[in-house]
Structures are given as C-alpha cells and as structure tokens.
C-alpha cells in the first residue's frame, strides 16, 4: 500500500506558475511508476506527465514545454512544475503511483488548481 498526498493547487492568473508535490507514504525508489493526471469538470481523467522507475519521462501533447515532472526518490516526493498556465489547465491534479510488480494502482486525493484569464 503506498498513500500518496498532494499539495501545492490554488488560484493563479494566466501565464503563471505553480509547483504540485506528492508526498509518498513508504520508499518509491525503483518500485513505482509515478504519474500525474487531471480532471477537468465534465471531461474525462486525463494523464498529464510520467516518470517511471527508471527516470523515464512523458507528457500529453498540451503541456509539452511548459511542464516539468521530477522525482526526489530521497524524499519520497514527485513534483510537478507548471508554468505559462493557461485557463483550460484548470482541474483537480492528481498523482498517481503504480507498482511495476503488481500493477496496482495507487491515488492521491487531489489538489484544485484553477487558472485564471
């Protein structure tokens, strides 16, 4: 069992920046892929960055560039960092780790960021 909890939502105008964590509760070292994905009202679950155990990176198309996902394995900690948002960044920012044993996958409760024009 891995509990995950965010942090780090809240309101900024557009063009800003904001920079979501996620704590994890027991090592995350090489055992787990870690994701963030959003949900925006209305739409479906989408995934917005990955890292896998091995430091391997991806993003959704919509935040290439403006982006940045970053493990602390340290720490337990992922990171996201968001900058040049934009109003249909708005959503509930979740994390989300997956065990490359078992597959199982694991959620945080979700962090409201909301982006102003």
């Known amino acids: 069992q891995v509990q995950l909890v965010e942090s780090g939502g809240g309101l900024v105008q557009a063009g800003g920046s904001l920079r979501l964590s996620c704590a994890a509760s027991k090592s995350i070292v090489d055992n787990y892929a870690m994701n963030w994905y959003r949900q925006a009202p209305g739409k479906q679950r989408e995934l917005v960055a990955a890292?896998?155990?091995?430091?391997?990176?991806n993003y959704a198309d919509s935040v290439k560039g403006r982006f940045t996902i970053a493990r602390d394995n340290a720490k337990n900690t992922v990171y996201l960092q968001m900058n040049s948002l934009k109003p249909e960044d708005t959503a509930v920012y979740y994390c989300n780790a997956v065990s490359r044993f078992t597959r199982n996958p694991y959620w945080g409760q979700g962090t409201q960021v909301t982006v102003s024009s």
């Open positions: 890292i896998n155990s091995g430091g391997s990176i």
